[in-house]
């Protein structure tokens, strides 16, 4: 995308990634973060500076991903910190209730309508209770109506109630934040049992 739309893709989305990492409170309690379809590491990027006590797990389906992200981790000195795995969102084969923070960013726009659930149901039964949920992504509003690039699910994408999806996954204290243009949040906890 850097390529394709060089003026605004790091704007966007980088500084998306940047501001999701502040969603989540200084003093929550994050030692373990998975980062599912990770694509470049943004997103765990961002969080592995807002929370240096914490370790990472950072997935995605393209090795070639796992490679750059990788890369990214070791330049900044973090590498300690993180595992890369090729992972598949749907069925990520850790233990339930593994990590205290479950986290994607711009990966359902990139799925078909029947997975984004199965993804959701796999980010609540991995999230610990107590946990939190963090996601981000783009095509809400006016912006995905007249938006120019298209992808080959945003129909279903932008018809999708994700507020709804989330809750039905099992999350609470839903919060579903607008940030610019056509780009949100939601953030949300599993609660403790």
Known sequence: MDAIIPLSHNVSCQQLREKMAELIPEDAQIQTVLELGAGTAGGALALARRFPQSTFRVT???????????????????????????VDARHTGYPDNSFDLVTSSLLLHETPKEWTPKILKEMYRITKPGGWVLYADTYRGEYALSASFQEPWLDDFIHFNFEYEFAKAGFTELHYIPYAVGLWYMVGRKLER
């Open 60 to 86: 995605d389906v393209s090795p070639y991903m796992l490679v750059i992200s990788q890369h990214k981790f070791n330049k900044v000195g973090f590498s300690e910190r993180a595992s890369f795995e090729q």
